[in-house]
């Protein structure tokens, strides 16, 4: 989604990427990855994302523009909801599933 980045006194036009452990933002001069883990606060004020982590405040102007997305969107869908496997069903995996499913 392409949006505007303010962060450490800097501002920047990009895009932001909604992963499933973080939040990324890209562009030609500043480039972000926020973890989940280390957001210490998160709000959206005016369609602008606000997230307070230890390493300071980043504002995504953008972000929840038209209502397309919003703080609940911070908690995505697993691997498994994505595919649709419901709770209890038995699933077989083919491949080198440990290398996917690690955690970085």
Do not use: H, Y
Request: glycine share 12%; aromatic share 4%.
């Amino acid at each position: 989604m392409k949006c505007a980045v303010r962060a450490n006194g800097q501002r920047a036009e990009g895009k932001a990427l909604l992963e499933t452990t973080e939040i990324i933002f890209r562009s030609d001069s500043l480039r972000l990855k926020i973890p989940f883990a280390r957001m210490k606060s998160v709000k959206v004020v005016g369609g602008e994302l606000r997230v307070q982590s230890p390493e300071g405040a980043v504002c995504i102007r953008g972000w929840a523009a038209g209502g397309e997305m919003g703080p609940q969107d911070l908690n995505p869908k697993s691997r498994m909801e994505k595919l649709g496997v419901k709770e209890g069903a038995k699933v077989t995996v083919i491949g080198n599933w440990k290398r996917s499913l690690r955690r970085s």
